[in-house]
Nanobody, 115 residues
Framework: QVQLVESGGGLVQPGGSLRLSCAAS????????MGWYRQAPGKQRELIAT???????NYVDSVKGRFTISRDNAENTVDLQMNSLKPEDAAVYYCNAELGGKDYWGKGTLVTVSS
């Protein structure tokens, strides 16, 4: 079993920054893809950013230029640096990992963007 634990969420003012972190633990050999998703109230969960083990990134258009995803393959961690945060960025952010043909999810960390 693979467990993902997110951290770093909290309250930030518009224009501020947060850095989310996710640590994977358990029976891990190689994580093909790690990423971040978010879900705002009343909305469907959406992909924010993913990063494969080869270094290929994918970002949703709304965060390009503001968010940066990074990972440490040796430590099985993935971070999301979020800058210039907007109220519409407020959501529960979920860490995701794909390995062994399966998807694993963290339980989420809440990001609130409010003046």
């Amino acid at each position: 079993q693979v467990q993902l634990v997110e951290s770093g969420g909290g309250l930030v003012q518009p224009g501020g920054s947060l850095r989310l972190s996710c640590a994977a633990s358990g029976s891990i050999t190689s994580i093909y893809r790690m990423g971040w998703y978010r879900q705002a109230p009343g909305k469907q969960r959406e992909l924010i950013a993913t990063l494969t083990i080869t270094g290929r990134t994918n970002y949703v258009d709304s965060v390009k230029g503001r968010f940066t995803i990074s990972r440490d393959n040796a430590e099985n961690t993935v971070d999301l640096q979020m800058n210039s945060l907007k109220p519409e960025d407020a959501a529960v952010y979920y860490c995701n990992a794909e390995l062994g043909g399966k998807d694993y999810w963290g339980k989420g960390t809440l990001v609130t963007v409010s003046s």
